[in-house]
C-alpha cells in the first residue's frame, strides 16, 4: 500500500532524515519505534505531505505521490492523527466529528454511530467543547475524527504519550479492532511493549535514519531496539 524509498527531509538547513525507507502492507499495523527526537514524526509528516522531501519516493499503490500537496494525499485515503491532537477547541465532541466527516476510500464505512460504538465514552460527551476535555478524551476524539475521513492508512504519532496506563491497554484494544476491521496502520511511539504488542512488523530510528527492521517477534529479542529506543 505504502512505500517510502531513501527520503531525506530537511527543515531549513537542518537535514533530519537521511535515506528513510519502509513499507506498509495493506490490513498490517506497522510501528516506527524511536525515542524522542529520533525522527518519527517527521517520517509520518514527510508521508502524508507536511514536510515533503527533498529527495527520494514515497509511493501509494505503485504511484509516487511525494510531489502531491498534503490534501491530495489525505483524499487518496491517508488518515493522520498528530502527536499533539490538534483538535478544535471551541467546538464540541460531535462538530469536531461532523466537520471530518467526508465518503473517503475506506472500505469500512465511519460515521458518527460508528465511531461512538469504538469510543464509546465519546458519545457521552457528544455536547462538551473539545478544550473540556481530558488529554485522553482528546486523543480518542483525535483518532475518532481521523476514522470520520474514511481512510484507507492511518497514521498515528504518539497515541500513548501522557495517557495513565489503563487508558494505553484501551487504546491498544481499539486499535487491535481496527485491525480487524480491516484498516491498516503506521504506528509511530517510542512505548516499545506496547507498540510490539500490536505490530505485525517493526522499523527503529534514530538520529534519523532506520537502524534495523523485522517481524516482531525478531525485534522483541534485538538488543539493538532496546538500545535505540533509549531502554
Known amino acids: 500500500m505504502l512505500e517510502v524509498r531513501e527520503i531525506h527531509t530537511f527543515y531549513g538547513l537542518s537535514h533530519i532524515l537521511f535515506g528513510v525507507s519502509l513499507s506498509v502492507p495493506p490490513g498490517r499495523v506497522v510501528c516506527l519505534l524511536g525515542r524522542n527526537g529520533a525522527g518519527k514524526t517527521t517520517t509520518l509528516k514527510s508521508i502524508l505531505g507536511l514536510a515533503p522531501p527533498a529527495r527520494g519516493k514515497i509511493l501509494w499503490n505503485g504511484e509516487e505521490i511525494q510531489r502531491e500537496p498534503a490534501f491530495l494525499r489525505a483524499r487518496r485515503g ?53 478544550g473540556l476535555l481530558s488529554g485522553g478524551e482528546q486523543k480518542m476524539l483525535a483518532i475518532a475524527r481521523a476514522l470520520m475521513t474514511n481512510p484507507l492508512l492511518l497514521l498515528l504519532d504518539e497515541p500513548t504519550e501522557g495517557l495513565a496506563p489503563l487508558l494505553v491497554q484501551s487504546l491498544g484494544e481499539r486499535i487491535r479492532r481496527l485491525k480487524e476491521l480491516g484498516l491498516t496502520v503506521l504506528l509511530a511511539e517510542q512505548n516499545i511493549r506496547f507498540t510490539l504488542g500490536l505490530s505485525d512488523y517493526g522499523y527503529v530510528i534514530d538520529n534519523g535514519r532506520i537502524r534495523c527492521e523485522g517481524p516482531v517477534a525478531e525485534l522483541m529479542e534485538n538488543e539493538d531496539v532496546r538500545r535505540f529506543c533509549g531502554l
Open 78 to 130: 491517508i488518515g493522520y492523527v498528530p502527536d499533539d491532537r490538534r483538535i478544535f477547541a471551541d467546538l464540541t465532541v460531535g462538530e469536531n466529528l461532523d466537520i471530518a466527516a467526508r465518503e473517503g476510500p475506506g472500505t469500512v464505512r465511519w460515521d458518527k454511530d460508528k465511531v461512538y460504538e469504538l469510543f464509546p465514552a465519546l458519545r457521552a460527551m457528544d455536547r462538551r467543547k473539545g
